[in-house]
């Protein structure tokens, strides 16, 4: 019996926040419990050097503030992504900043990083002492200006390298000022360099190689996925995950939401996130790994994806829409 099918009803009888969370601390206290879903048989798969026991991951959002990181995990996520993770705690725009759409199982969010700050992060991740893969999703406060943004960046990376599997540049958030324009040309470039000389550093001074992943939007055409793949190429970056939330509403034609600012995810996203993930993995011709995400709502969603190029998956509106079950759909589908 799928408990979720009977749980959804009430769930979307709160507002998205509170459902969000009321889910979540359920899911908490079943973990807690010893509940875990049934174990769906997976193939395991090398990430960026990482080995997963399957390639279906949690997308970043889900968990802010890496609170749930072993509830989480009791779903059979191959890789689990926390964050986005800001330098300073910050509140995020004001309420309502999530809204559903299930007629067309889609979310829009202008959650605006709400956060409670890299220290509180890494105090959750430490107490989670999770075994599983664990990438911490790093972006820049929105009171920093975009010219310091870099330095934002350092401090997530500093701070969150001896935690995490992976780290990833988060530059594709819609809900932050400008952030968008750090996607392509010198920007870019100059970004990825600064980060990589940071890791080396780093890599140095743990003695352990932690790659780093950028996340982009799906609001890419084919030349700027192709300037994002060679910079990618040329500085070295080890993954990208392809994509973020997009600003494009016409997907939701007549609906009233359409109107809400901020990105669009789910079912609606699909298409656009595909086309980008095709022209990348072309662009790369596999000497970078891409991880596939948008509009994953089932498990041949998520083999699409696969056949696209993307060597791991990432769902996140799915979950709201088919819960825990989607998991080991998409772990079977990826065999
Ligand atoms: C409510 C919400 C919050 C999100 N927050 C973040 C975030 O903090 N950082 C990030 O990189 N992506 C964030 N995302 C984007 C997702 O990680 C994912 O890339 C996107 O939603 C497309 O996948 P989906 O269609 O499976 O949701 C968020 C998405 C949603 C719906």
Partial sequence: MDVYALLRPLLFRCDPESAHRHALNA??????????????EGTPVKLMGLDLP?????AAGLDKNGEYINALSALGFGFIEIGTVTPLPQAGNPQPRLFRIPEHHAVINRMGFNNDGIDRLIANVRAANFKGVLGINIGKNAATPMERAADDYL?????????????????SS???????????GDELSKLLETLKNKQAALHGAHGRYVPLAVKIAPDLDEAQTAD?????????????????????????????????????????VREASDRVLANLASAVAGKVPVIGA???????????????????????SGMVYRGPALVGECVGACR
């Fill in 27 to 40: 899911l908490k206290y079943a973990a807690a419990c010893g509940w875990k879903a049934p174990a769906a």
């Fill in 228 to 268: 994002i793949a060679r910079i990618v190429l040329q500085t070295e970056i080890d993954g990208i995950i392809a994509t973020n939330t997009t600003i494009d509403k016409s997907a939701l034609g007549a609906s009233p939401l359409a109107q809400e600012a901020g990105g669009l995810s789910g079912a609606p």
């Fill in 174 to 184: 819609p809900n932050t000022k400008n952030l968008r324009d750090l996607q392509g």
């Fill in 294 to 316: 948008g509009g994953i709502l089932s498990g041949e969603d998520a083999a699409r994806k696969r056949r696209l190029g993307a060597t791991a998956v990432q769902v996140y």
């Fill in 54 to 58: 399957n390639p279906v991951g949690l």
């Fill in 155 to 171: 401090i997530g990376l500093e701070k969150a390298y001896p935690h995490a599997s992976y780290i990833t540049v988060n530059i």
